[in-house]
């Protein structure tokens, strides 16, 4: 087991319980949904200082249009019906000479690009010198030793729920897609990081989807505990487990917790992707659509010698296609 430890009133040191432990990966999950806010609206805390793989996001974010390093994730295109006009001169026949209607025709509005930040900087196995921002683990009942294997203990222990919890959980740091504010994973604060997809029409309105990032969860689970660590000398409990304000140089959540939750989310895990089938689950991050106007309504006219229809977009809009931004974990 490397559940970190936490000082047992006076007699000694105790592994934290699963309820001290929802806390902590809460804590983790909300720093690094304030990451991904800043990106996005420049509010909240900006991930400086290494924790942005290539200085411009945070891994695991997404953006509208192509970011240099990061990986395409799909691409949705927004069309629009259009008027059309037929014309035919007149021919002195003694009647009218109008042509046939032209029908309405279609063009492209825009196509939407998507990539995700699938970089990270890499993780050595431990963390050597920097043992004063991991913690402590029973290796036996009369042993302690610094968690210091990233790829077990931090993602074993604390990590991987946080991954879990984000996927199929409160999805408190992950993103969801939708016309207004999303109500999945309990009630909390979701924030509009802008436009994700606009579906125009020619007459009928234009539909604006918006890609929202989970930040927060109205009832904070669990209990506030902190684990110890070692500092050289002696054992003492961790600084804190709620970093609030800009980015801290030493920190046991900015300094071990971020960076291994990092590492995890551009190795393999929160992976998302814009697709046309619907996913099952947790993986639906919610749907857009294209629509377009298939009414048209015909005007005449007649400007000597040349007569004149206008085929105009008209009624209610159908949808062309559907895409979904799916998330895999």
Same mark, same amino acid.
């Given at each position: 087991?490397?559940?970190?430890?936490?000082?047992?009133?006076t007699?000694?040191? %105790?592994?934290?319980?699963?309820?001290?432990?929802?806390?902590?990966?809460?804590?983790?999950?909300?720093?690094?949904?304030?990451f991904l806010?800043?990106?996005?609206?420049?509010?909240?805390?900006?991930?400086?200082?290494?924790?942005?793989?290539?200085?411009?996001g945070?891994?695991?974010?997404?953006?509208?249009?192509?970011? /240099? *390093?990061?990986?395409?994730?799909?691409?949705?295109?927004?069309?629009?019906?259009?008027?059309?006009?037929?014309?035919?001169?007149?021919?002195?026949?003694?009647?009218?000479?109008?042509?046939? =209607?032209?029908?309405?025709?279609?063009?492209?509005?825009?196509?939407?690009?998507?990539?995700?930040?699938?970089?990270?900087?890499?993780?050595?196995? =431990?963390? =050597?010198?920097?043992?004063?921002?991991?913690?402590? %683990?029973?290796? #036996?009942?009369?042993?302690?030793?610094?968690?210091?294997?990233?790829?077990?203990?931090?993602?074993?222990?604390?990590?991987?729920?946080?991954?879990?919890?984000?996927?199929?959980?409160?999805?408190?740091?992950?993103?969801?897609?939708?016309?207004?504010?999303? #109500?999945?994973?309990?009630a909390?604060t979701?924030?509009?990081?802008?436009?994700?997809?606009?579906?125009?029409?020619? =007459?009928?309105?234009?539909?604006t989807?918006?890609?929202?990032?989970?930040?927060?969860?109205? @009832?904070?689970?669990?209990?506030?505990?902190?684990?110890?660590?070692?500092? *050289?000398?002696?054992?003492?409990?961790?600084?804190?487990?709620?970093?609030?304000?800009?980015?801290?140089?030493?920190s046991?959540?900015?300094? @071990?917790?971020?960076?291994?939750l990092?590492? %995890?989310?551009?190795?393999?895990?929160l992976?998302?992707?814009?697709?046309? #089938?619907?996913?099952s689950?947790s /993986?639906?991050? *919610?749907?857009?659509?294209?629509?377009?106007?298939?009414?048209s309504?015909?005007?005449? @006219?007649?400007?000597?010698?040349?007569?004149t229809v206008?085929?105009?977009p008209?009624?209610?809009?159908?949808?062309?296609?559907?895409?979904?931004?799916?998330?895999?974990?």
């Open positions: 087991m490397a559940r970190p430890l936490k000082i047992n009133g007699s000694g040191l %105790k592994q934290m319980t699963d309820g001290e432990l929802d806390r902590l990966q809460y804590n983790i999950r909300t720093r690094y949904a304030s806010q800043y990106y996005h609206t420049s509010t909240g805390v900006n991930a400086a200082n290494g924790q942005t793989a290539s200085g411009n945070p891994a695991g974010a997404l953006n509208v249009g192509a970011v /240099s *390093g990061w990986t395409s994730i799909g691409s949705a295109t927004d069309t629009i019906s259009t008027q059309q006009t037929a014309t035919n001169p007149r021919n002195n026949s003694g009647g009218d000479d109008y042509p046939a =209607s032209p029908g309405i025709g279609s063009n492209t509005v825009t196509t939407y690009n998507y990539y995700q930040n699938r970089s990270a900087t890499a993780l050595g196995s =431990s963390f =050597s010198a920097n043992d004063q921002y991991s913690y402590l %683990k029973f290796v #036996s009942p009369a042993t302690l030793r610094t968690a210091s294997d990233y790829a077990t203990d931090f993602f074993d222990e604390i990590i991987t729920q946080c991954i879990t919890d984000m996927f199929s959980g409160d999805e408190v740091g992950s993103y969801r897609v939708s016309t207004s504010a999303p #109500s999945s994973g309990g909390g979701w924030v509009d990081c802008g436009t994700f997809h606009n579906d125009t029409t020619y =007459s009928a309105g234009t539909t989807h918006k890609l929202w990032v989970k930040t927060a969860l109205t @009832s904070i689970p669990g209990t506030d505990v902190k684990p110890v660590m070692w500092n *050289g000398t002696l054992i003492k409990e961790v600084g804190s487990i709620a970093e609030t304000g800009s980015w801290q140089a030493t046991f959540m900015d300094q @071990s917790l971020i960076p291994a990092l590492f %995890k989310v551009a190795a393999s895990n992976q998302y992707s814009i697709v046309t #089938s619907a996913p689950g /993986s639906n991050r *919610g749907s857009f659509t294209d629509t377009r106007q298939t009414g309504t015909d005007t005449q @006219s007649f400007s000597d010698p040349t007569y206008v085929s105009t008209s009624g209610g809009a159908s949808t062309q296609a559907t895409n979904y931004l799916s998330l895999a974990n």
